[in-house]
C-alpha cells in the first residue's frame, strides 16, 4: 500500500496540526481506498509505502468504529475516493462530513475528547454528533416485546405489536424453531408466533442469534465483508474502512406456553359403584372456579391449564329422609 493524506484545514484543541484526510492505494490493483484513522497520534506519512494485514474488525469497541464510518462518510460517499479535490471551496461540507466522522471515530475509540477551534466548526461538529448517535440508537433498536414475556396457549397463533415501530424494517421469516411457528412479512409491524398443539415445554426462549439464523434481522443490518481494519508494520498508524453498518441486529424471545390438561375423578358409593347427581366445585389457577355435577359416575373437564387444582363435594347425590315420632 501507498500512504497518501491531505490537510483538511480544520484544527481541534488536542493537536496544533489540523486533522488529515487519508487514502490508501493497493500498489498490485491500483484500487484506492479513502480511509480512517484508528490509532490517534499514529504516524502517518504521505507516498511512504507500508505492509501488514487486513481483517474483519470482531471487537464491540472498533465494529462500533466502523458504523460511525459507515453513517458518517461511506453511506453518504461509497464510491468517492478523496483527492486534491476535496479541498474546493465548493467541497466544503463533503470535507467536514470525512473530519467530523474521524473525530466521532477517535471519540468512540477511547482516544480523544477534542473540540474544534473554530466555533462554527464546533458547532457543525455537535450537530453531525448528534445525528450520527441517534442514527446509530435507532439502527441498534429492537422491537418493544424483544425480552419481554409473550404468554400463549398450546395450539393457539399470537399476534405480537411492535410499539417502537422499527419491526416494519425487519426481513420476512416463516420458520418454525423448538415448536414455534415465527412469522413476519417484511413492511408489517406485527409477528405472528404459534405454539404447536403438542409442544411440552412450558417456557421457551429464542436467542437473537437464533433469528438472526432465520433470517429475521432489520434490513441494512446484514453481515457484510466491506469492513476492513488495516493492521500495519511498524509504528505506522492502523486504519479502518466501512462500506456497510454489517452487524445484524435481530431480537429476543422469550415465551410462556399455557400448556392444557384433562381432569377425571368418579364418585363411587359404599358399594364401589358409580354414582351419579353429586355437584363438585373444581377451582385452580387463573381464577379458575366450576360447579361440575357427576354424570356417568364422573366429572370430566377438558382444557385446564397446568397446575394445582383443587376438588371439594358442595351436595350428596341424594338426601336421606329421617322420620321422627314422638312418644
Given at each position: 500500500?501507498?500512504?497518501?493524506?491531505?490537510?483538511?484545514?480544520?484544527?481541534?484543541?488536542?493537536?496544533?496540526?489540523?486533522?488529515?484526510?487519508?487514502?490508501?492505494?493497493?500498489?498490485?490493483?491500483?484500487?484506492?481506498?479513502?480511509?480512517?484513522?484508528?490509532?490517534?497520534?499514529?504516524?502517518?506519512?504521505?507516498?511512504?509505502?507500508?505492509?501488514?494485514?487486513?481483517?474483519?474488525?470482531?471487537?464491540?469497541?472498533?465494529?462500533?468504529?466502523?458504523?460511525?464510518?459507515?453513517?458518517?462518510?461511506?453511506?453518504?460517499?461509497?464510491?468517492?475516493?478523496?483527492?486534491?479535490?476535496?479541498?474546493?471551496?465548493?467541497?466544503?461540507?463533503?470535507?467536514?462530513?470525512?473530519?467530523?466522522?474521524?473525530?466521532?471515530?477517535?471519540?468512540?475509540?477511547?482516544?480523544?475528547?477534542?473540540?474544534?477551534?473554530?466555533?462554527?466548526?464546533?458547532?457543525?461538529?455537535?450537530?453531525?454528533?448528534?445525528?450520527?448517535?441517534?442514527?446509530?440508537?435507532?439502527?441498534?433498536?429492537?422491537?418493544?416485546?424483544?425480552?419481554?414475556?409473550?404468554?400463549?396457549?398450546?395450539?393457539?397463533?399470537?399476534?405480537?405489536?411492535?410499539?417502537?415501530?422499527?419491526?416494519?424494517?425487519?426481513?420476512s421469516v416463516n420458520s418454525e424453531v423448538n415448536g414455534i411457528t415465527i412469522r413476519h412479512d417484511e413492511g408489517s409491524n406485527s409477528l405472528f408466533i404459534t405454539a404447536n398443539s403438542n409442544i411440552e415445554k412450558e417456557?421457551?426462549?429464542?436467542?437473537?442469534?437464533?433469528?438472526?439464523?432465520?433470517?429475521?434481522?432489520?434490513?441494512?443490518?446484514?453481515?457484510?465483508?466491506?469492513?476492513?481494519?488495516?493492521?500495519?508494520?511498524?509504528?505506522?498508524?492502523?486504519?479502518?474502512?466501512?462500506?456497510?453498518?454489517?452487524?445484524?441486529?435481530?431480537?429476543?424471545?422469550?415465551?410462556?406456553?399455557?400448556?392444557?390438561?384433562?381432569?377425571?375423578?368418579?364418585?363411587?358409593?359404599?358399594?364401589?359403584?358409580?354414582?351419579?347427581?353429586?355437584?363438585?366445585?373444581?377451582?385452580?389457577?387463573?381464577?379458575?372456579?366450576?360447579?361440575?355435577?357427576?354424570?356417568?359416575?364422573?366429572?370430566?373437564?377438558?382444557?385446564?391449564?397446568?397446575?394445582?387444582?383443587?376438588?371439594?363435594?358442595?351436595?350428596?347425590?341424594?338426601?336421606?329422609?329421617?322420620?321422627?315420632?314422638?312418644?
Amino acid at each position: 500500500m501507498w500512504d497518501g493524506q491531505y490537510d483538511s484545514g480544520m484544527r481541534t484543541s488536542d493537536s496544533s496540526n489540523n486533522i488529515l484526510i487519508r487514502r490508501l492505494i493497493n500498489q498490485t490493483t491500483g484500487e484506492k481506498f479513502t480511509v480512517f484513522c484508528a490509532e490517534h497520534g499514529a504516524s502517518f506519512q504521505t507516498g511512504v509505502q507500508v505492509s501488514g494485514e487486513y481483517y474483519t474488525p470482531t471487537s464491540e469497541e472498533m465494529k462500533k468504529a466502523c458504523k460511525i464510518a459507515y453513517l458518517g462518510w461511506y453511506k453518504n460517499n461509497p464510491n468517492y475516493v478523496i483527492d486534491g479535490g476535496i479541498l474546493a471551496a465548493d467541497m466544503i461540507w463533503v470535507r467536514w462530513d470525512y473530519v467530523f466522522t474521524q473525530q466521532l471515530i477517535w471519540e468512540v475509540l477511547g482516544q480523544s475528547n477534542a473540540y474544534f477551534v473554530k466555533a462554527e466548526e464546533q458547532q457543525g461538529y455537535v450537530d453531525f454528533k448528534n445525528r450520527i448517535l441517534n442514527e446509530l440508537e435507532e439502527m441498534e433498536k429492537e422491537p418493544s416485546f424483544s425480552g419481554v414475556q409473550i404468554e400463549i396457549d398450546a395450539g393457539e397463533t399470537k399476534e405480537i405489536i411492535d410499539e417502537n415501530g422499527v419491526l416494519s424494517k425487519y426481513k420476512s421469516v416463516n420458520s418454525e424453531v423448538n415448536g414455534i411457528t415465527i412469522r413476519h412479512d417484511e413492511g408489517s409491524n406485527s409477528l405472528f408466533i404459534t405454539a404447536n398443539s403438542n409442544i411440552e415445554k412450558e417456557n421457551i426462549n429464542i436467542s437473537d442469534s437464533t433469528l438472526k439464523g432465520i433470517g429475521l434481522i432489520k434490513d441494512g443490518t446484514e453481515s457484510e465483508n466491506t469492513n476492513i481494519y488495516f493492521a500495519f508494520e511498524g509504528d505506522e498508524q492502523d486504519q479502518l474502512y466501512a462500506l456497510k453498518y454489517s452487524d445484524p441486529v435481530s431480537l429476543y424471545l422469550k415465551i410462556k406456553i399455557n400448556q392444557f390438561g384433562r381432569l377425571e375423578l368418579s364418585k363411587l358409593n359404599e358399594d364401589s359403584k358409580l354414582i351419579d347427581g353429586a355437584v363438585f366445585n373444581v377451582t385452580g389457577p387463573n381464577g379458575f372456579n366450576q360447579n361440575v355435577e357427576v354424570e356417568n359416575g364422573k366429572i370430566i373437564l377438558e382444557n385446564l391449564k397446568k397446575g394445582n387444582y383443587v376438588v371439594k363435594e358442595v351436595s350428596a347425590p341424594y338426601r336421606i329422609l329421617i322420620r321422627y315420632r314422638f312418644l
